[in-house]
């Protein structure tokens, strides 16, 4: 680990202050994914901005009947609050199928939506990244891509994003609030949080720089049958080959989103039309852009296989 600096930010105006003017400098909250990158070299910050004693580690309603979550709150506090688990039990779910309970009780709300890839190439600082060295090359295309993107690639990069959280949030609209430099405030619908690789994909969300993340409001319940269903290669504290976070009304109509395909939380609601008329139209429209690999083709299978469960789970529900 390279040597840096370290300090306790006063307000989160002061944080993104301090951010702003260093571009080597990072947020350090829970710390589950940066010190493990930073062991390792991949991130090498000079300075890191303690912002654990902000006061964004509260769960409180909005006034327009939603939810406001801390930017600070631990995922083991998120997923056990009584009203998440009442009236979003999708988060809940999503959330406790992530991680291990220890670092569950350390993990952020805004660190999980922050968090990189888990692309074993990219932990490997002697093979070509673009995500890790811009411009260096990929070595998951051409390599073992099993575990690789479906959606949403370029000829830069087929990284997945590995937050469970960050997919049931998709199928539920949160937003993201933040601070900039400036101390202006801004909400971004998760929807546009996270970018997509093109050219450029060691730039991951639409986050200036300096800008730190205060809360993530969800919108009011919207009630349904919330499932949250991952497919991984062993039991426990692994990431998603495929997950899906699906909220499935009485009358069949609902929301999907799908983790482990692409490089961000993906959702198309042309698609959600098709819930109706079953899995197998559903995928055909939520998949019609993928370009998968021989590795990875499986996956299209598994998501309307796993779409197939999540609709027979909402009728035995409902019935």
């Given amino acids: 680990m390279k040597a ?19 571009p080597d400098a990072k947020f350090i909250a829970g710390g589950t994914n940066l010190l493990d990158l930073m062991k390792l070299e991949i ?9 654990n004693g902000l006061e964004f580690n509260e769960i409180e309603p ?32 999503a959330l406790l199928s992530g991680a291990s309970g220890q670092l ?29 060295q811009p411009g260096s090359g990929c070595s998951a295309i051409g390599g073992f891509s099993r575990q690789h993107a ?34 202006s405030r801004r909400a971004i619908p998760l929807t546009d949080f996270h970018r997509l690789p093109g050219d450029t994909p060691h730039v991951e969300t639409v986050l200036k720089q300096g800008e730190i993340i205060t809360a993530v409001c969800l919108p009011p319940p919207i009630g349904g049958t919330q499932i949250y269903r991952k497919v991984r290669d062993r039991a426990s504290y692994a990431f998603a080959l ?17 983790g482990g395909v ?22 055909a429209v939520l ?5 998968p690999t021989d590795q990875n083709r499986f996956k299209l299978a598994l998501v309307e296989r796993l779409l197939s469960a999540v609709i027979a789970q909402a009728k035995d529900k409902s019935s």
């Fill in 242 to 258: 495929v997950s899906v976070a699906a909220v499935v009304q009485p009358d069949g109509t609902g929301r999907i989103a799908v």
């Fill in 62 to 93: 909005t006034a327009e009947g939603g939810l406001r979550i801390g930017a600070m709150v631990r995922n083991t506090d998120l997923a056990a609050h009584e009203i998440v688990r009442r009236d979003y039990p999708l988060l809940a779910r």
């Fill in 150 to 183: 479906v959606l949403g690639v370029s000829d830069a990069c087929i990284a997945t994003h590995p937050s469970d959280m960050a997919v049931a949030m998709r199928a539920l609209d949160a937003v993201v609030e933040t601070v900039k430099a400036d101390g």
């Fill in 287 to 291: 998949l019609a852009d993928a370009r």
């Fill in 104 to 132: 569950r009780n350390r993990a952020t709300t805004g660190g999980n939506l922050l968090q990189r890839t888990r692309c074993p190439y990219f932990y490997d600082t002697n093979q070509p990244c673009n995500k890790r």
């Fill in 262 to 283: 692409a490089h961000k939380p993906w959702r198309i609601e042309d698609a959600e039309a098709e819930l109706p008329n079953g899995a197998r139209a559903t995928a």
């Fill in 4 to 22: 840096f600096t370290y300090e306790r930010a006063a307000s989160a105006e002061a944080a993104a202050q301090i951010a702003a003017s260093n």
């Fill in 43 to 51: 991130e090498t910050p000079t300075h890191l901005i303690d912002v």
